[in-house]
């Protein structure tokens, strides 16, 4: 087992950098539409709070060039001011003299979060100087961010290695729980994949598939499988580079003897057409896009998640933030909700859909990681999460 933030003694007083995965998604107006990240933080930044250790938070927002206002974290502060019981403070950079001056004036238990780390380049390609940089302004680091322990950044890969660390509360949770999912007998393994990010996730997909005996796939990702079938996908969303690689999973889960199942039918728009009202089909023609998975298709998958022993969703169904498109994500999460399953539940969008459809209540374990659950319920560990201490008994 990891070393937890219960395992630090003596904290008062000292500076405490605690990366955070506070990636929300955001609205035109820059409100925060799901704050599930920051509410599932709150216990870690609280107990940090009350030992009076000082607490610099590290995070990213989306995938930014360089700095870019609309990915500020600035909403985000604003959200701890008004949630948290102790004094919060902004940096709008990370390193510097006004970052340093900051640190210096913050006081016992209170935090400071810093700006958008991905605002740097260095954060991503895990340079060293950056990382000593980081770690120079703190006395201990704490990764709680699960959904980028599956990468090997500056502020968790990087700065872990040259400081005392130790996971967060939300990171412990979710080694325990994913560690139930993957030594939970019961079979078959269900594992509903759909979501947009196909070109990260079909990498992890490949080794994944030796885990699970049933693969459900659908969602953006479904047009690049059914493409690589030879079937017509018209217009809809589609991504050339993972071809050859969703063509490999489904030979290997072939020869592997598991079940991989594509939509059989599907809701499409005529996009010539825009204001024509969306309709289903079984095979799609050149002027069409889908974007959900249609009926047949729902029921099919139910059937599957209904007689499963565990299951693993990431990645919503069609594009659910429409209403018109939300039926197909919302019957699944509905399906896993009354499945009698162990069921994890992962990635920002699905958790969102979750939400949306008012189950969370009913699933196994939401975890926080999209990429990094599938990596950790394939491999047992994640690069990032490698590097921290383990307890001394
Ligand atoms: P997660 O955040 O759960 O890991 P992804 O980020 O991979 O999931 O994918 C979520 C996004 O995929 C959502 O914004 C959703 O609208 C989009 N999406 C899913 N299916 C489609 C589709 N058929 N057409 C367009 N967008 C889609
Ligand atoms: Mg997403």
Redesign the pocket.
Known sequence: MKRTIKDLKALRGKVVLLRVDFNVPLDENENITDATRIINEIPTINYLSEQGAKIVIISHLGRPEGFELRKSLWPVALYLMKNLKCNVSFCNTVLGDEAVERIKALREGNVLLLENIRFYKEETQCDKKFSKKLASMADIFVDDAFGVAHRENASNYGVARLLPNAVGFLVEQEIENLTKIIEEPKQPFVALI????VKS?VKILERFIEKADVILIG??MA?TFLRAKGENIGT??YYPESERDAKLIMEKAEMAGKKLLLPVDHLVVRDSDKKQKPFIVESMKGDMA???IGPKTMKLYAKELKNAGKIFW????????KEEYSQGTIAMAQAIASSKAFSVV??????SAVNKAGVAGRIGFISTG??ATLEYIEKGSLPALDIIQERVK
């Open positions: 759909g979501g947009a990010k996730k969602g953006a047009y809809s969303i889908g974007f959900d990431n990645g919503p169904m069609g594009l659910f933030e992962g990635g920002g969008d699905t958790v999209g990429g």
